[in-house]
């Protein structure tokens, strides 16, 4: 007797849930989502509420720096915060996690913006409202630096080699070169010179090379 092969999907539909979740994650495809859905399962409860716990107050318990826009539990936050650093130079990233991964380094001893912004169009950025936020921050906080330092400023862009960063590093330097000319240096990682380069997946060493050979734009 032949057996009807029954090929109606049995999983569970909360667990389900929870790969299809997993997948929007950065990184994690379709089988790495089911081997963490697992790995959850199989985790006590008291790890699971604590997990749940931790996600509820993600959002809560953060706000965005009102000087450097990175996201914080202090606005300022403990950079800014810090009057020791120098103020001569800022390096400009795209996402807080850039500027988490470069303090731990140890090789910027100045100040940071993040300059968090999702690009839709490339030719409609200047006129973007989301894009004149973050700008109008940069600026401020750029006059800042150089009203308190009396020196010139190096400005510095850890960006990736991609069509959206570099699109957006043109539009920001010309902003600040219209504003700021005679003032600042700008300048950019070494990693950002390479096309196709992206900073989300460097090393720590490449990172530190990339900043010391950092070239003049
Ligand atoms: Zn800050």
């Known amino acids: 007797m032949n057996i009807p092969i029954n090929s109606k999907d049995v999983t569970p539909r909360i667990i389900k849930e929870l790969t299809n979740t997993l997948k929007l994650i950065p990184g994690i495809g379709p089988k790495s989502a089911r081997r963490i859905a697992f790995f959850l399962i199989n985790q006590p409860d008291s790890y699971l509420k604590n997990f749940a716990n931790i996600l509820t107050k993600l959002k809560s318990n953060l706000i965005r720096c009102s000087f450097c826009n ?3 539990e202090t606005d300022p936050c403990s950079i800014c ?5 120098e103020k001569n130079k800022i390096v ?3 996402h807080s996690l850039h500027l988490f991964a470069l303090e731990q380094i140890k090789i910027h001893s100045g ?3 993040v300059f968090d912004y999702q690009i839709f169009s490339a030719s409609e950025i200047t006129n973007d409202p989301e894009y004149k936020k973050p700008l109008k921050m940069l600026l401020k906080r750029v006059e800042y630096l150089l009203k308190e330092s009396n020196e010139k400023l190096e400005i510095i862009f850890a960006f990736s080699a991609n069509f959206e960063d570099e699109a957006l590093l043109l539009d920001i330097k010309k902003a600040l070169t219209e504003k700021f000319d005679g003032k600042i240096v700008i300048t950019r990682f070494a990693i950002g010179l390479q096309p196709g380069s992206d900073i989300d997946f460097v090393d720590e060493f490449t990172l530190e090379q990339s900043y010391k050979s950092r070239q003049k734009t």
């Open 81 to 85: 915060a810090d009057e020791q650093r």
């Open 111 to 113: 100040y940071y913006f």
């Open 92 to 94: 400009i990233v795209r």
């Open 70 to 72: 990175v996201v914080s």
